[in-house]
């Protein structure tokens, strides 16, 4: 048994929202590299666009940007990727946001920006890309959802 065929991703199709920096950039990076074909997502359209040609050098790396503290931007995002891939094999939830205020004085705007990027939006998301996670999807090669953990601040 060979490594590279244990856990290959060549061929795979991957969205890695939060993948224009940081994290996000590291594991688009990681795949590309290893023969995915992955799109990136974050708010700023330049950023992504950015990331994608330099990617593409090694790879296949395509630009969705998308604010997903929004319903309408993550609905967006969802109709774009299933537009031009009948099936994901990875969905990596990684966009998140802190909000950092003291406890005592934590607001409700604060609470209602992460809640709503970092849980409202990974449900959403996730729900909306069921059909081409399920599309492709094996017995012995299940479809994966990854989600990073984000503080509260």
């Not at 050098?57 to 969705?64: A, H, R």
């Not at 537009?83 to 205020?101: D, I, S, T, W």
Request: proline share 3%.
């Amino acid at each position: 048994m060979k490594i590279a065929e244990l856990f290959s991703v060549a061929g795979k199709v991957v969205l890695v929202t939060g993948g224009s920096r940081g994290i996000g950039e590291m594991i688009a990076r990681g795949f590309v590299e290893n023969g995915a074909r992955v799109y990136v997502s974050s708010r700023k359209a330049e950023v992504c666009d950015a990331l994608a040609a330099e990617l593409s050098q090694d790879g296949e790396c395509f630009s969705l940007p998308a604010d997903l503290s929004r319903m309408d931007e993550v609905e967006r995002l969802a109709a774009a990727l299933r537009e031009r891939e009948p099936k994901l094999h990875v969905l990596v939830n990684n966009a998140g946001a802190a909000h950092l205020e003291p406890l005592e004085s934590f607001s409700e705007k604060g609470w209602d920006r992460v809640v709503d990027l970092n849980l409202k939006a990974v449900f959403f998301l996730t729900q909306k890309l069921v059909g081409p996670l399920e599309a492709a999807g094996t017995a012995d090669d299940p479809a994966r959802v990854i989600t990073s953990a984000r503080s509260m601040g």
